[in-house]
C-alpha cells in the first residue's frame, strides 16, 4: 500500500482490530517470529514504512510458500510517494495507492472541520452515505429478484409474488422515465431538508390533529394531505410523506402512482438510457 498520508494504515489498524492485528516493522529484532506465529495461526499482520527493497526473509510469504491453519493476511505499506518496486514484486502483492490528490485532501479537512464544529452534521452525513449504500445493495437484490421471477414464472398473473416484483419494477420503471425527462431530481437528504419539504416537520407538530385524522384515515393514498401541503406537492412527493407516516399503505400507494403516469409514448433516447442502466 502506497501511503504517504497514512490513512491506509488507519484503516487496516481499525479493521483488523478485533483479529489480534500484529504491526511490526523491518528494523524489529522479532519480526521473524511475529510473522511465524501469524502464519501459524491464521492472524493478520501490518508491516509499515518498507522502503523499495524488500527483506529476502518475505519471500516465502510473497510466493506463498507456507502452511497455515487459518486466514492469515499480510499487509505492507510505505511512506514514500513514488516508489518503484522491481516487477518480480508487482505479480507477487496487490500494490493498492491510496496517495490523495487535491481535492481528496480538501474533502478530508472539510471532513475534519466539520466533525469537530458540527458533529452532528458529520454524523448525519455518515448516516445517509450509509443508508445510500445499503439502498443500493437492496435495490440490486430486488432488481436479481425481479428478473429471476420474471424469468421463471410460467403464469405471472397468477404468481402472488411476480405480481408485487411488477411493481416493484413499475415504480423503478416510472421513476427512471421521470427523471430521464427532468420531471424528477435524483436526492439523498432528509426529508425536512428538502426545499419544498422545509417547514413540515414545525407544521407537523403544530398541527397534530389534522396530521393525526390523515394517518387514521382508513385509504391515507386517497386522502389529500393537510394544507398546504396538498397543493404544495406532487405525487411522488406525497408518496415521500406517506412512506414515512403509513409505511402499510405503500403497495396500494405505488399501485395508483404507476397507474396514474403510465407511459404509452416514451422517446427513444429514454428508452435506450433505461437499457445502459
Known amino acids: ?68 491453519q487459518g486466514g492469515a493476511l499480510l499487509y505492507i505499506s510505505t511512506k514514500l510517494a513514488n516508489p518503484h518496486y522491481l516487477p518480480e514484486v508487482g505479480v507477487r502483492v496487490t500494490l493498492v495507492n491510496f496517495m490523495l490528490a487535491k481535492d481528496g485532501l480538501q474533502a478530508q479537512l472539510l471532513a475534519r472541520v466539520v466533525a469537530r464544529e458540527r458533529p452532528d452534521l458529520q454524523q448525519a452525513k455518515s448516516d445517509l452515505t450509509t443508508q445510500g449504500a445499503e439502498h443500493r445493495r437492496l435495490l440490486q437484490d430486488i432488481e436479481k429478484k425481479i428478473l429471476n421471477v420474471l424469468s421463471t414464472s410460467e403464469h405471472l398473473l397468477e404468481d402472488e409474488e411476480a405480481v408485487q416484483d411488477k411493481m416493484v419494477f413499475s415504480l423503478l420503471l416510472t421513476v427512471t422515465i421521470m427523471m430521464a425527462e427532468g420531471r424528477l431530481e435524483r436526492t439523498n437528504v432528509i426529508l425536512n431538508e428538502m426545499e419544498k419539504f422545509h417547514g413540515i416537520l414545525d407544521h407537523f407538530v403544530a398541527n397534530v390533529p389534522e396530521w393525526e385524522a390523515f394517518c387514521d384515515a382508513v385509504e391515507p393514498h386517497k386522502t389529500p394531505l393537510p394544507e398546504p401541503w396538498n397543493k404544495k406537492l406532487d405525487a411522488f412527493e406525497k408518496l415521500m410523506v406517506l412512506r414515512c407516516m403509513r409505511f402499510d399503505m405503500m403497495v396500494p400507494a405505488v399501485q395508483g402512482f404507476c397507474d396514474g403516469k403510465c407511459y404509452t409514448n416514451i422517446q427513444p433516447r429514454i428508452l435506450y438510457g433505461l437499457l445502459d442502466s
Open 1 to 68: 500500500m502506497i501511503d504517504p498520508q497514512g490513512q491506509a494504515n488507519r484503516w487496516i489498524k481499525n479493521m483488523e482490530k478485533p483479529n489480534n492485528l500484529s504491526i511490526v516493522r523491518m528494523t524489529q529484532a522479532d519480526l521473524g517470529r511475529v510473522l511465524e506465529n501469524a502464519v501459524q495461526f491464521g492472524q493478520p499482520v501490518l508491516l509499515e514504512n518498507v522502503l523499495e527493497e524488500l527483506d529476502p526473509m518475505l519471500e516465502p510469504l510473497l510466493q506463498q510458500q507456507t502452511f497455515k
